[in-house]
């Protein structure tokens, strides 16, 4: 199976290429690794306190069957914490299904658009957009799925400039990404990059394609 790509979390440079399904120090799947996230956080020594029946809720949920085969660990090695890259329209259908209206619809990283916002898109746009984003486990009182953003294929190249200047094109970039759904944003994106990889269900021999990455800090 083709292997995906992440960009970094503040992208700059080249994205690497990290093997697609979740990893853990120990080799144990999701539920495994979440449900030991789950009594480490339920420790008495542990100040979470104020989230006591909170911790779990991804397990309860299902959501280590969905995310499982796109997640991978924060390349900094942060507790809890773990990234997706490619998000693609199978997984985003099932995000759909088993997170509550409430959440989807409130749920964003700062100022970007809404999860849900984002998730709906690349269900009706499978050939053009991937969510990428994060996810904190139930080792941690925050414990979410968020998006902090898309990539986008688009029929041709677009100028891009580090601070919008003359023949910049991100804002017709960002244009086109919310005319596929992704419209409730209270800000426009913080960074809009070249993404150099090329989404792992796609085939290698095909076409030359644009792609862009659009993040929200």
Known sequence: ??????????????????????????????????????????????????????????????????????????????????????????????LLDRLDDDYLAVERQNDGPTIGTVLRAVVRHPDR???????????????????????????????LGDHHGPGCQCDELERFVASLGVDDARVPPHEVTRWWGRPGDLSPDGPAEHWYRLWWD
Do not use: I, K
């Not at 697609?20 to 080799?27: K, L």
């Not at 280590?64 to 998000?87: I, K, T």
């Open 1 to 94: 199976m083709p292997t995906p790509t992440l960009p970094p979390a503040g992208p700059t440079g080249r994205p690497t290429r990290p093997g697609r399904r979740f990893v853990h120090p120990e080799p144990v799947d999701l539920a495994t690794a979440w449900r030991a996230e789950e009594r480490l956080a339920g420790d008495p020594d542990r100040p979470h306190h104020w989230c006591p029946d909170r911790h779990g809720w991804l397990l309860r949920a299902g959501l280590h069957e969905v995310l499982e085969p796109v997640l991978v660990p924060d390349s900094a090695g942060a507790s809890s914490f773990y990234r997706f890259a490619e998000l693609d329209q199978p997984v985003a259908a099932a």
């Open 129 to 159: 957009l991937r969510a990428h984003g994060y996810v904190v486990g139930p080792g941690r009182c925050d414990e979410r799925v968020t998006v902090e953003g898309v990539l986008v294929r688009t029929d041709h190249a677009f100028v």
